[in-house]
């Protein structure tokens, strides 16, 4: 085996330790490696890859579920009574203070409601409305079991003073709002909502009342009278903190169904 070798002019005699031309030694050439990317299998590319290789990734918090149309109206109808109610003013609360309150897009609000009008009137009235239904749905039964005795007839409306002081309470600062502020829009409301509630109530009393023979004369007023003494009832709970709910349901309920006064006999009259 040969190994060639080049020796320089002044090399050493055969046999010795030939010198190098170190001119003719070159340095080793280093050359980068470039990185040449190895492409993934279809099987181990895409999401599936991803997250397993990021465990955190694959532990994503599930998607809150999508609320329906009549839930997010229902959200929306509360973020704006919150909205009227703690700024005091309607024409000041705007669609957008509305959306922040209830912490969506003025779009959202807009696909449930055509203005902020329709989005007020709703945020009062739909309570009302719920608790009218309810009573006029209670007052259908009423006596479907059992015959209406004295009784039961105390206890049903001490159970209606209950269901519409909650509900007055509820909305009395919007309440409040629409009965007396703008003129017109107050006369609208009373006319279109208010006065409607307070009509279904007395046909559904009325309809009570004939099944027993009753000649209810008028069931208008009466249904007038008892919205009225819940609503007086309904601001005292709200502003007086001694008020005495439990005292004050069951003696307007009793005064409603036997008298707020005893008659009175001009015999017994004492004279001084």
């Not at 998607?63 to 024409?91: K, P």
């Not at 009225?228 to 709200?238: K, Q, W």
């Not at 709910?245 to 003696?251: G, N, P, S």
Request: overall charge positive; glycine content about 6%.
């Amino acid at each position: 085996m040969s190994v060639n070798t080049h020796l320089t002019a002044g090399s050493s005699p055969a046999g010795g330790i030939p010198e190098v031309n170190s001119a003719e030694v070159a340095s080793p050439r280093i050359t980068a490696c470039r990185r040449v990317p190895i492409p993934m299998p279809a099987h181990l590319s895409g999401p599936v890859a991803r997250s397993a290789s990021n465990p955190v990734a694959s532990k994503q918090a599930p998607r809150a579920r999508r609320l329906t149309a009549d839930e997010r109206r229902s959200s929306i109808l509360q973020a704006a009574r919150r909205a009227f109610s703690e700024t005091g003013d309607v024409n000041g609360t705007t669609i957008k203070v509305i959306a922040e309150y209830g912490k969506i897009s003025e779009g959202v609000i807009y696909r449930h409601f055509e203005s902020k009008e329709q989005l007020f009137y709703e945020a009062v009235v739909e309570p009302l409305r719920e608790a009218v239904d309810a009573l006029v749905a209670a007052s259908e039964v009423v006596d479907r079991d059992q015959p209406l005795t004295p009784d039961r007839q105390l206890e049903t409306m001490n159970g209606l003073y209950r269901q519409l002081m909650a509900t007055l309470t509820e909305v009395l600062p919007l309440l409040g709002l629409v009965l007396f502020g703008d003129p017109q829009v107050a006369r609208r409301f009373y006319k279109q909502h208010l006065s409607v509630a307070m009509d279904r109530l007395a046909d559904a009393w009325r309809q009570v009342e004939d099944r027993y023979g009753f000649n209810f004369e008028s069931p208008d007023i009466s249904a007038r009278a008892v919205l009225g003494t819940a609503l007086v009832l309904a601001l005292e709970s709200h502003h007086n903190r001694k008020f005495d709910r439990d005292r004050a349901v069951a003696l307007a309920a009793e005064g409603t169904c036997r008298g707020f006064f005893p008659p009175i006999t001009p015999s017994k009259a004492r004279r001084g």
